[in-house]
């Protein structure tokens, strides 16, 4: 089928498992059909403004393979993978318009924005996603510690090329993307740099949103773009809370999944099911930045590498309206204990799990608590770790 947006006056076709979302395509709600397009909804855009000016042709390599989960745990390291061969791509400069697909609590599948950031911790999230095979095979994305530091998008602490390293897996991705259609993407974290959204961790999720629209369409949409328009499955990682500290705008991260349809971030933790054809795929997202949390002056204690650090005096010092730590003495208790609730949850949701692959997203790889990981194969059957 087909229909055609009034705004740009395009059409887009449709398979009837699929709505393809392309660059100039009309933002829809959960669930639209065609027929359930208003023009309210075709006229949210997000203004990319110009670029930084000409950049040099960047090459990118990205080691492949189709899409095929293997049993055993894999961790992925910072960098984007992407699940086929090499490639390389120019960077493309210019105004971007980049409208999205809007979350509507209102439909099927849909919640309405919390008011605290832990309010869905350890749902499972409902909003539908279509998974669309072609010969049997289906193409995914994964990509981590991805953000950088907003206007410039310069990498963190990168030097020469590197600078513009968002440049180029961005446009490798979306390059890409032309022919490998990936379904959806795991993203585990690091989505802004250095110090996370500019908000405050104790507003709530609806804080500001249309400085976090404007952040997201920088940062991600205006780098990955019609990659954007695919579903990603996110966490959180430590640069998201603050990477020194931890008041930054992580609830405002997740109030961003109740604006746009594709960024699936409901909470800090949660478990998203998808059907792929003769089988379903189970992911457990989880935060496992306690990692980095440390007392102040502990042994090893590294007060630019812990989100938990004297960085914090001055700042709003508690997260407590998100259901966060109280104050600064009590941050590093704060995210193992929360990391101990998430591990018994996710036991309980491995055993319940009938999938064929359990699959576990997260952002500090497998060798951080390898025996853990090691039993929760052994007793309940987890494929892959991301």
Not at 48 to 60: M, S, V
Not at 99 to 112: N, V
Not at 339 to 357: F, H, N, P
């Amino acid at each position: 089928g087909s229909y055609t947006s009034h705004v740009w006056h395009r059409t887009c076709t449709t398979s009837p498992s699929k709505l393809i979302m392309a660059q100039d395509a009309p933002e829809v709600a959960c669930t639209a059909s065609p027929a359930s397009l208003t023009t309210s909804e075709t006229e949210h855009l997000i203004v990319e403004p110009d670029a930084l000016g000409l950049r040099p042709t960047h090459a990118c390599r990205s080691w492949a393979g189709r899409l095929a989960i293997a049993a055993g745990v894999v961790g992925l390291g910072g960098g984007a993978a992407l699940l086929h061969q090499k490639c390389s791509s120019a960077i493309l400069m210019g105004t971007l318009r980049k409208p999205f697909r809007l979350y509507d609590s209102s439909q099927p599948g849909c919640l309405a924005m919390p008011t605290r950031a832990d309010q869905y911790d350890g749902i499972q999230d409902e909003r539908p996603v279509q998974v669309v095979e072609t010969d049997g095979k289906a193409s995914i994305f994964v990509i981590g510690d991805w953000g950088a530091t907003l206007p410039d998008h310069i990498t963190f602490s990168g030097n020469g090329g590197d600078n513009y390293a968002q440049f180029s897996v961005g446009n490798a991705m979306k390059d890409r993307a032309k022919w490998a259609d990936p379904q959806y993407v795991l993203n585990v974290g690091d989505n802004f740099y250095v110090e996370g959204l500019q908000h405050s961790c104790n507003a709530p999720p609806d804080d500001n949103q249309g400085a976090t629209s404007a952040a997201f369409s920088s940062g991600w949409q205006g780098m990955y773009g019609d990659v954007a328009n695919k579903p990603w499955l996110s966490v959180l990682g430590n640069h998201d809370y603050g990477g020194w500290r931890f008041d930054k705008g992580w609830p405002q991260q997740i109030g961003y999944s109740f604006v746009n349809y594709n960024w699936i971030m409901p909470a800090r933790y949660f478990m998203k099911s998808i059907e792929h054809g003769d089988f379903k795929a189970d992911y457990f997202m989880i935060d496992t930045n306690a990692w980095d949390a440390h007392n102040i002056g502990e042994p090893g204690e590294n007060p630019d590498h812990n989100v938990c650090s004297m960085h914090n005096y001055g700042g709003a010092g508690t997260c407590a309206e998100n259901g966060g730590m109280n104050n600064i003495e009590e941050c590093k208790a704060w995210f193992w204990s929360s990391y101990t609730v998430q591990k018994q949850w996710l036991e309980k949701k491995l055993e319940a799990s009938d999938a064929q692959w359990k699959i576990v997203v997260t952002h500090f790889p497998c060798g951080y608590d390898s025996a853990y990981w090691k039993d929760m194969k052994a007793k309940h059957g987890l494929d892959l770790m991301v």
